[in-house]
């Protein structure tokens, strides 16, 4: 592997990427830790100090880095990009003109990528809108004495907004100038280091149990990330013959290959998914004033505190169902039979048409299962380490389990495969030997 870095690095065109990459994320890092115009840095400072308990915005704070809740320009992170792209994706099943679109190569994914973009901005508008009520109000810290907006006067809170909106529209165009002019993957990796950001501070809330505690954490925490490496690798391979072929004076087809079906083929989009609606109750009771009332301390103390059974029974169930929601709508087994079936396609034993796609959503399904308890286990691994890091019942920036190491792992990999790419093309060889 370090001579595969000697060669990345050797190579001029790869080097100019890699280092415009890191030149953009120095940048994001920093635009990270510059407060919004309005904001007293440092009521924010002891805050963040004083108070643990974060349950409705610890999802936002790790994909922001930490940024959010120091309501910096960067506040927002990615999440709203993330956000509308699911929003995009699932439209297209739901709304002929976007299945359309899809199919209609690259001129169609252009014009979703542009939808996309302005349905970011848009849900940027009202997530910002959101978490300066809420700083505005004192409802993003608990029993926080400190004013986080000393001026909370219309202009102030307008000004906030957009700087949080305009940041994250810098963001985007980060995102993709990574991808164009980098190493590729661009929103996935500024994700990547927004969680990455978050692991010193954890680290060392582990190392303050002690060094045994730490050290036992740590090679706990390589064999969560080795089991999750070997998960992701992990894939079901059908194979496809397809048929000669005669197309003018050539023949075509006559080869074989497969169709791989990963184990988990969802991604973090399930875990996204059921924490997001876990946290929406006690946004919509902290809103609504409805702090201190039956209702709220229930929501606070058995469905956001992540220590909870209730919790974690409920993670562990959406998260299971979210899994086959999203594939079910994501890889529709009738466009792949047919596909197949016009390529001159088919599984051997298994005729084309209905009968292939029968088989695909057969075996869809009993990957389904397994890819979902994975899921659900590695999220809910960081519930029974609360008392390590001192999280009080909110643990989501854990940075050796649930959301942040799926992640972590699933950007890793395809990043490296995407250098290993470029170094096969110029006769190097890559990182996986």
């Known amino acids: 592997m370090l001579s595969a870095f000697r060669s990345a690095l050797a190579t001029p065109d790869l080097r100019r990427k890699i280092l415009f990459t890191l030149m953009i994320i120095a940048v994001y890092r920093v635009g990270a830790a510059v407060p919004s115009p309005g904001v007293s840095y440092p009521n924010v400072r002891r805050c963040i100090e004083n108070v643990d308990n974060q349950g409705v915005v610890s999802l936002l704070n790790l994909f922001s880095g930490g940024a959010l809740l120091q309501l910096s320009v960067f506040a927002l992170g990615i999440m709203p990009y993330i956000t509308a792209s699911i929003i995009i994706q699932l439209l297209t099943v739901v709304i002929p003109r976007f299945e359309q679109l899809k199919k209609e190569g690259q001129s169609g994914q252009a014009k979703l990528t542009q939808f996309t973009r302005y349905l970011t901005i848009a849900l940027a508008v009202l997530q910002a809108t959101g978490i300066v009520a809420m700083a505005d109000r004192g409802q993003l810290f608990t029993n926080c004495p400190d004013e986080i907006i000393p001026n909370s006067s219309v202009f102030t809170l307008i000004v906030i907004v957009i700087t949080m909106t305009a940041g994250t529209a810098v963001i985007m165009w980060f995102g993709e100038l990574i991808t164009e002019r980098g190493i590729g993957n661009g929103m996935s990796l500024l994700m990547f280091i927004n969680i990455a950001a978050r692991i010193p501070t954890e680290g060392a809330l582990i190392l303050e149990k002690g060094p045994i505690t730490f050290a036992v954490v740590c090679v706990f925490a390589l064999l969560i990330i080795a089991s999750v490496v070997f998960v992701e690798q992990g894939q079901r ?94 890889f529709n087994v009738n466009e792949r039979a047919d596909e197949m079936k016009k390529f001159g396609g088919f599984i051997p034993g298994i005729r084309p048409g209905r009968p292939t796609s029968e088989y695909l959503s057969f075996v869809l399904s009993r990957i389904t299962l397994p890819g979902s308890i994975y899921l659900g286990t590695i999220a809910v691994l960081p519930n029974f380490f609360l008392d390590l890091t001192g999280g009080q019942g909110n643990n989501q920036n854990f940075p050796f389990g649930g959301t942040a190491v799926l992640i972590m792992v699933g950007v890793g990999l395809d990043t490296v495969k995407q250098i290993e790419s470029q170094l096969m093309q110029r006769n190097y060889e890559g990182f996986l030997k």
């Not at 969802?266 to 109750?281: D, E, K, R, T």
């Open 237 to 330: 391979r059908i194979p496809v013959q397809y048929a000669k072929r005669m197309i003018g004076r050539r023949m075509y087809g006559g080869t074989s290959t497969y169709l791989p079906l990963k184990v988990n083929q969802a991604g973090v989009i399930p875990v996204i998914f059921a924490s997001s609606l876990l946290f929406l109750p006690d946004l919509i009771s902290r809103l609504a004033g409805g702090e201190g009332t039956p209702w709220g301390n229930f929501i606070a103390n058995y469905v956001v505190r992540q220590s909870s059974p209730v919790h974690i029974a409920l993670y562990f169930a959406l998260i299971i169902f979210f899994t086959y929601f999203y594939i079910t709508i994501t």
